[in-house]
């Protein structure tokens, strides 16, 4: 009997059903109805930052030991070597190890390998394949969870799913709105996909509220759709940042940069800057579900930039909660992956 890997690179790699099972099983270990205190033991799961973190490492960190197993974490180019990413490469710059052999050895050291790499190249039709998550995923022969890569960061997603779920109580058919926000630099698309795909798989009335040239990648735009389609929900697209909070349950404030303009900064900035007044204040607040709403971001903030510290601090924000529940999504991840559960691999 064979067990054939399997990779958490996308919620969309689940079902419904996986999905919603993952949600219920944080839910009991956020609830102490179940520790599996030991149920890790023995295991080790081999952390590549290749760009910084701080609630995706250590929740991980955590999560591995809550549950008796071992956290190794790796920085390319600080402690461990620089990575060549390009298949093919004639290695003679600064680059000393190829992702490919880094990806076969850690697969063979490791129980599970996960990988963090944001986008860094000048073309968005290039940058948009994922090509590094899909080279380790192609060469690892242990499962491969992304850690937030050029177009996903789905431990982010399931963590902002469990927290509608906690907070809405049914999140079906109550309006979600992805608010784009201003931010001193074009920041990636990969949470923001997230948290609109998350919002969808739990059927809500999903809302993109962005500036015009802010459009999310159209496959992006594909899948969300899909989704919401499937699970029951719907998504549609406002330009009207202030017309988009009315009638909102929740408002998940985010930046992200204009994909036309990706490799272009100071095209990229020329545009963003007629949208300075596009953040979320006390003003802007009293839209949100008549004042009622709640508000999500991911971490880390801008604050007084993407939202003020009246909201960050205040009764309506959310996002320690969220920030949290990275943790227990993540260990009932691990758990269903690693654990006395491993039956995400299929076997013949």
């Given at each position: 009997?064979?067990?054939?890997?399997?990779d958490f690179l996308d919620t969309t790699d689940?079902?419904?059903?996986?999905?919603?099972?993952?949600?219920?099983?944080a839910a009991k270990l956020k609830r102490g109805e179940t520790t599996a205190e030991s149920a890790l033991r023995g295991k080790v799961l081999a952390m590549v930052f290749m760009d910084p973190?701080?609630?995706t490492r250590t929740s991980f960190e955590v999560a591995m030991f809550r549950h008796g197993g071992h956290a190794v974490v790796l920085?390319?180019?600080?402690?461990?070597w620089t990575l060549e990413t390009e298949l093919g490469a004639v290695m003679d710059g600064a680059s000393?190890?190829?992702?490919?052999?880094?990806?076969?050895?850690?697969?063979?050291y490791a129980d599970a390998v996960a990988v963090r790499a944001f986008p860094k190249g000048k073309l968005w039709e290039v940058e948009r394949e994922d090509a590094v998550m899909r080279s380790f995923a192609r060469h690892c022969e242990k499962p491969l969870i992304n850690l937030e890569s050029t177009r996903r960061h789905p431990c982010q997603g399931l963590a902002d799913a469990m927290t509608l779920r906690e907070k809405l109580g049914q999140p079906q058919g109550r309006r979600f709105v992805l608010s784009w926000s201003w931010h001193p630099k074009p920041l990636p698309t990969a949470v923001p996909a997230s948290a609109a795909l998350a919002a969808a798989h739990l059927g809500m009335e999903v809302v993109l509220a962005h500036p015009p040239g802010f459009e999310l990648d159209p496959d992006d735009l594909a899948a969300i759709a899909g989704v919401s389609k499937a699970a029951g929900g719907s998504l549609r697209i406002e330009h009207n940042g202030r017309e988009a909070l009315d009638g909102a349950d929740v408002v998940y404030v985010?930046?992200?940069?204009?994909l036309g303009h990706f490799g272009q900064p100071e095209a990229e900035a020329k545009l963003r800057a007629a949208y300075r007044d596009w953040s979320m204040n006390s003003e802007r607040l009293r839209h949100v579900g008549s004042g009622q709403g709640l508000v999500m971001h991911c971490l880390p903030v801008r604050r007084n930039i993407e939202l003020s510290d009246a909201i960050?601090?205040?009764p309506k924000s959310v996002v320690v909660d969220q920030a949290e529940n990275r943790l227990h999504v993540q260990r009932a991840l691990l758990l269903t992956?690693?654990?006395q559960s491993e039956g995400m691999g299929v076997q013949r």
């Open positions: 009997m064979t067990v054939i890997k399997r689940l079902s419904q059903a996986e999905f919603h099972a993952l949600l219920d099983l973190s701080l609630r920085e390319p180019g600080r402690g461990s000393v190890e190829h992702i490919v052999d880094a990806a076969r050895v850690l697969g063979r985010k930046s992200w940069g204009a960050l601090d205040g992956l690693l654990g």
